[in-house]
């Protein structure tokens, strides 16, 4: 159970006691101020009978103890533990006894002041001894320092063994709590960004006759804010951590695919998202000047580690592109252009008298779905330079005419079957044929003016292929789509990317099989993800096995999975407005509308989006019908 709210953490057990095992314990910043937290009363750990997530940063734990000789077997005493990622606990005791009672309470603390990359490797370093500061206790290292402090004060502190104590009197029916605050020394209290008014998301919500969609939505708003992260250099930017617990930094290519599904909520995002990386673009006259730099990323079994800079670098102009549709003020827009810009010219620099984009290393292959980010970047790259008075669009579209005449000759295998795209083309021209999800990317397009979507890599009786095999059973596990179809060679349903559900794959397909109009496999897809979300709380893991669902079965959790992360609480969003199909296009004063004809989860109602910088509220019938409730003035709307 991990509260968030970044730089806070707080790590537990459904059984409420941190113990110092794993990864128990209260962090800020990566470092864990505190790892243990034991408590007893009356001599006797509370028997715990209920643990859970009340919002993304506090989880509420209970337990119960007989503390009188005359209780008999029900309990007398319930205590109840209230945990917040940014270093608080609230422990409250309520009597239930029809006498007085006198009930002592220890609570035993320690830490070792590890980072989060030391204890996740599985050497996080002894326990520190304490020493009795203020109203609590304290612990230092090289590493650092950090304090506990306790309302009320104990009445007794034991440095040696880390342990504080109380006395309190209990009438019948009556209650005492204690608050614990955990900080580094020096540190003031935890200002999470999405818990401010400055938060850039939009508090949307979902209603309608399927009841999960209000949990989604609203847990999936406030995993978001809870990754917010400030750009140290300039505060008043903020962008999305990658995930917890163990990306709690920026990842660039994540968090332009984050921001871009979020647009619903907002522009502000994107803006900060953008600024932020836009500082780290890279400079000068090199082979890798206008890339904004990103590590390696496992590709699977059948080809070598991609790399996310390329998808960063593509995924840029896309974003600023889009985000101008939804309501980017133009002053903004104008403000980053120049750094699209030189992602375009990195791309076509890349490219270079070819054809396809390959990764900037050697020997690496024709990627499928990195030419599906390129042949994006360069027509909505196209669209935004054309709408700024800038040149170079002309080019752009040439290329990707050209990229798609080649693609479909070059990286489309045929059989019997009726085909299916290659993952791959290795330097030496043998394709690589396993299907995977990293092919839903060809049904990622991307808006353009006036509703309208761009065209993709595949002509329309390649793409009706590509749905039937999304949707075939190799691929849907019945809880989303599979990272590699379970009938290729390789397949692992815990693999990163060879066989485990992804949530963000999983929603751009839904996304863009919905587009396409084939609604009948989008709503597989949706309902598997939807059923999956109600398993895991409604926090939707990154990733989780790719096991085949069956009557009574659940998916299983992946252990190396973040949760929450940005690209699947960000997913959730797209799940939910991809039902009302919102095309919006502010600098032209329209928004189209495309919902799902098919109503999947039948009515739904989605209030407090923002289009055009207002807020914008629609709902879609049992029929499938759309009708805007709220919306900026002078917006057009187009079916």
Not at 34 to 44: D, E, I, T
Not at 97 to 104: M, Q, T
Not at 466 to 482: C, F, I, K, T, V
Request: with cysteine.
């Amino acid at each position: 159970m991990i509260c968030v709210a970044l730089p806070g953490l707080a790590i537990s057990t459904n059984q409420g006691q941190l113990t110092g095992r794993g990864l128990e314990g209260f962090y800020r910043a990566g470092r864990r101020v505190l790892s243990r937290c034991q408590l007893r009363v009356a001599g006797r750990e509370p028997l715990a009978v209920q643990a859970r997530m009340t919002t993304a940063d506090c989880a509420r734990f209970v337990g119960t103890l007989r503390v009188s000789p005359q209780a008999g077997p029900d309990p007398d005493v319930v205590v109840e533990r209230t945990r917040h990622a940014d270093g608080t606990e609230r422990i409250t005791l309520n009597s239930a006894a029809v006498r007085p009672l006198r009930v002592p309470v220890e609570v035993a603390l320690g830490t070792d002041l590890a980072d989060l990359g030391g204890i996740a490797w599985g050497n996080p370093g002894p326990e520190l001894p304490a020493s009795v500061h203020d109203s609590g206790l304290r612990w230092s290292s090289p590493r650092g320092n950090s304090t506990v402090t306790a309302d009320p004060p104990p009445t007794d502190a034991l440095a040696s063994a880390g342990l504080l104590r109380w006395e309190f009197a209990l009438r019948p029916g009556g209650s005492a709590s204690i608050e614990l605050r955990v900080r580094p020394d020096g540190a003031g209290p935890l200002r999470a960004v999405g818990r401010t008014a400055t938060s850039p998301l939009a508090s949307a919500r979902a209603s309608g006759d399927d009841p999960r969609v209000q949990a989604l939505m609203r847990t999936s708003v406030e995993d978001l804010q809870a990754l917010l992260l400030r750009d140290p250099a300039l505060p008043s930017h903020t962008h999305l951590a990658a995930g917890v617990p163990w990306r709690c930094g920026p990842a660039p290519a994540d968090a332009l695919a984050a921001a871009r599904m979020t647009l619903p909520l907002g522009t502000r995002l994107a803006v900060g998202t953008l600024r932020t990386l836009a500082r780290t673009q890279l400079r000068g006259q090199g082979q890798q000047s206008g890339m904004i730099p990103g590590p390696l990323r496992d590709a699977g079994t059948h080809l070598p580690p991609g790399c996310t800079g390329t998808e960063a670098t593509l995924l840029f102009p896309v974003l600023l592109a889009e985000a101008r549709r939804w309501g980017m003020p133009e002053a903004e827009a104008a403000e980053l252009l120049p750094v699209a810009e030189r992602c375009l010219t990195w791309l076509r620099t890349t490219v270079g008298d070819g054809t396809y984009l390959r990764d900037p290393h050697p020997g690496s292959p024709v990627r499928c779905e990195t030419q599906a980010h390129a042949h994006r970047a360069a027509l909505l790259g196209a669209d935004l330079l054309d709408a700024c008075g800038r040149p170079g669009g002309a080019g752009l579209r040439d290329w990707a005419g050209a990229l798609r005449a080649a693609f479909r000759a070059d990286l489309w295998i045929d059989d019997v079957g009726g085909g299916r795209p290659a993952a791959a083309r290795t330097p030496d021209g043998r394709l690589v044929p396993q299907l995977g999800a990293a092919a839903v990317h060809l049904l990622d397009t991307g808006l353009l003016g006036g509703g309208e979507l761009a065209p993709g890599l595949l002509d329309k009786v390649r793409t009706e292929q590509l749905a039937r095999l999304l949707g075939a059973p190799a691929m849907d596990s019945g809880w989303g789509l599979r990272g590699l179809g379970a009938k290729e060679a390789g397949h692992n349903p815990f693999g990163h990317r060879s066989g485990a559900v992804r949530v963000h794959a999983t929603a751009l397909a839904v996304a863009g099989l919905a587009a396409a109009d084939y609604e009948k496999e989008a709503s597989a897809l949706l309902r598997g993800v939807l059923a999956a979300a109600e398993a895991f709380g409604h926090r939707l893991p990154e990733m989780y096995a790719g096991e085949q669902r069956t009557d009574g079965s659940a998916p299983l959790p992946h252990p190396a999975a973040c949760r929450p992360a940005a690209t699947s609480a960000a997913a959730g969003v797209l799940l939910l407005t991809t039902l009302a199909g919102i095309r919006p296009d502010a600098p032209g004063g329209t928004v189209t509308l495309r919902p799902m004809r098919s109503a999947p989860l039948g009515e739904i109602v989605l209030t407090g989006l923002r289009v055009a910088g207002a807020p914008f509220s629609i709902r879609v019938s049992r029929l499938g019908l759309a009708m805007v409730e709220e919306a900026a003035d002078g917006l057009q709307l187009r079916a």
